[in-house]
């Protein structure tokens, strides 16, 4: 018999079941970490009552509205930007009468005097069923002649001759 030769059999089978260990510990490192966020958030998952929901959905739509008129009221380049229109201090009055039944490009891609727009107004009433106006006809009117008159289509004005410096034509070359 040779007693030199050592069973390895334990060795081994020590060998393996630290290496089932270490893998088993690499897998609940794993999961922790992968689980680490959705744990913290549970954890630390902040509780409103009804009444402190409510406030915050309060605070939500004030803010909304907030943006919202301030949106509504954006003015770009002397156009208020919603509706196309001029910006004035009377465009409310003749948003308020003037784009309940049609879109304000209607408006903006007419031009008239004063009295054209009246004829408008007049024919929307008669055909169109457009109510009238009452005191704010004057405002609206006011607001058309003065942001949608037509177009100066005038001559150019006549040369003046006392500002023009002539010169002698050379004709010899
Ligand atoms: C009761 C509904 C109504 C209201 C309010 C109304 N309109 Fe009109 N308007 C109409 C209808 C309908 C037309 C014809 C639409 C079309 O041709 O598509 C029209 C057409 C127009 C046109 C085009 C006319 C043309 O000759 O092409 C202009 C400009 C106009 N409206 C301006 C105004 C102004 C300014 C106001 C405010 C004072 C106003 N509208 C308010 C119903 C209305």
Known sequence: ?????????????????LMGLLVVACLVL????????????????PTYSH??????ARKRAIQR???????????EKGIHVKTGLKADPNLQVVIGACTSCHS??????NKATRQGWKNMIVWMQQTQGLGDLGANEGIIL???????????????????????EWYILNVEE
């Open 142 to 164: 006011d607001y058309l002649a003065k942001h949608y008159a037509p177009k100066e289509t005038g001559r150019r004005n006549n040369l003046d001759t006392e500002a023009i």
């Open 30 to 45: 794993f999961a922790y970490l992968c689980l680490q966020k959705p744990i913290k958030n549970y954890l630390n998952k």
């Open 65 to 75: 509205d907030k943006e919202r008129s301030e949106n509504w009221n954006l003015v």
């Open 1 to 17: 018999m040779d007693n030199r030769h050592i069973n390895t059999e334990p060795l081994w089978k020590l060998f393996i079941s």
């Open 104 to 109: 304000a490009q209607l408006i903006s891609q």
């Open 51 to 56: 009444k402190q929901l409510e406030e915050m």
